[in-house]
C-alpha cells in the first residue's frame, strides 16, 4: 500500500472514532414541552429544558426564551429570583419555571398544573395516584422521605427531585449530587 493510501487510511479511521465519541460526548437533550422520552435512565438533569431553557444557562437566556418570546398559552412573571409560568387561561399559581441565581438558571421545576403541556415519561408522573405509581415508572429513588402527608423521592444521581402530596406533584430538577 502506498503512504497516500495509508494516510488516507488513517484519516478515513480517526474520523470514524472523532464520530463516534462525539455522539457520546452530546447526549440528547429532553425538552420537557415536546420530547417523548420514556426511558427513565437516560434523563439526567443536564439535558433537561424548559421551552429552550436548560441548568446553567445565563440569566439573559432565560428572560430571552422565557418573557420576550411569546409561549402559545403561557404567561410569565418574574417573583424574586424566579421566572414563573402561568397558565394564560387559568393562571391560579405557577405551572412551571426556573430560579436565577448569580446570573445563572440553577432550577427548573414542573408541577401537575403542567401536566397537559408535557411530554414523555414526566406526564405519568405528574399524574401519579401515589409514590408506588412514581416508582413503578421511574425505579427506586436514591434517598427520599415517605410519610403520612406525602413523600419526597430524590433521584439525585440523575438531579431531580419529585415532591409527592396527593394531588400536587412537584419535579425540580438541579444539577445531579448527593442526598
Request: hydrophobic residues 40%; charged residues 25%.
Given at each position: 500500500?502506498?503512504?497516500?493510501?495509508?494516510?488516507?487510511?488513517c484519516?478515513?479511521v480517526?474520523?470514524?472514532?472523532?464520530?463516534?465519541?462525539?455522539?457520546?460526548?452530546w447526549?440528547e437533550?429532553y425538552?420537557l414541552s415536546?420530547n417523548?422520552?420514556m426511558d427513565?435512565?437516560g434523563?439526567?438533569?443536564?439535558?433537561?429544558?424548559l421551552?429552550?431553557?436548560?441548568?446553567?444557562d445565563?440569566?439573559?437566556?432565560a428572560y430571552?426564551?422565557?418573557v420576550?418570546?411569546k409561549?402559545a398559552g403561557?404567561k410569565t412573571?418574574?417573583?424574586?429570583?424566579?421566572?414563573?409560568?402561568?397558565?394564560a387561561?387559568k393562571?391560579?399559581?405557577p405551572?412551571a419555571g426556573?430560579?436565577?441565581m448569580?446570573?445563572?438558571?440553577?432550577?427548573?421545576?414542573?408541577?401537575?398544573?403542567?401536566?397537559?403541556?408535557?411530554?414523555?415519561i414526566?406526564r405519568?408522573?405528574l399524574?401519579?395516584e401515589?409514590?408506588?405509581?412514581?416508582?413503578?415508572?421511574?425505579?427506586?429513588e436514591?434517598c427520599g422521605?415517605?410519610?403520612v402527608?406525602?413523600a419526597?423521592m430524590?433521584?439525585?444521581?440523575?438531579?431531580?427531585?419529585i415532591?409527592?402530596l396527593g394531588?400536587?406533584?412537584?419535579?425540580?430538577?438541579?444539577?445531579?449530587?448527593?442526598?
Open positions: 500500500m502506498n503512504i497516500g493510501c495509508r494516510l488516507f487510511a484519516v478515513g480517526g474520523m470514524a472514532v472523532l464520530l463516534g465519541t462525539t455522539g457520546l460526548l447526549a437533550s425538552e415536546k417523548d422520552v427513565p435512565k434523563i439526567k438533569s443536564a439535558e433537561v429544558s421551552f429552550g431553557v436548560k441548568l446553567g445565563t440569566e439573559n437566556k430571552d426564551l422565557l420576550n418570546e409561549i403561557v412573571e418574574q417573583e424574586g429570583t424566579f421566572l414563573l409560568l402561568l397558565d387561561r393562571p391560579t399559581g405551572m426556573v430560579r436565577l448569580d446570573g445563572k438558571v440553577d432550577l427548573i421545576f414542573i408541577n401537575n398544573r403542567f401536566a397537559y403541556k408535557v411530554r414523555g414526566f405519568n408522573v399524574n401519579s401515589s409514590p408506588e405509581d412514581i416508582r413503578k415508572l421511574l425505579g427506586k436514591d422521605d415517605e410519610n402527608m406525602g419526597a430524590n433521584y439525585a444521581r440523575q438531579g431531580f427531585l415532591n409527592y394531588k400536587d406533584v412537584n419535579i425540580e430538577f438541579t444539577p445531579p449530587g448527593g442526598c
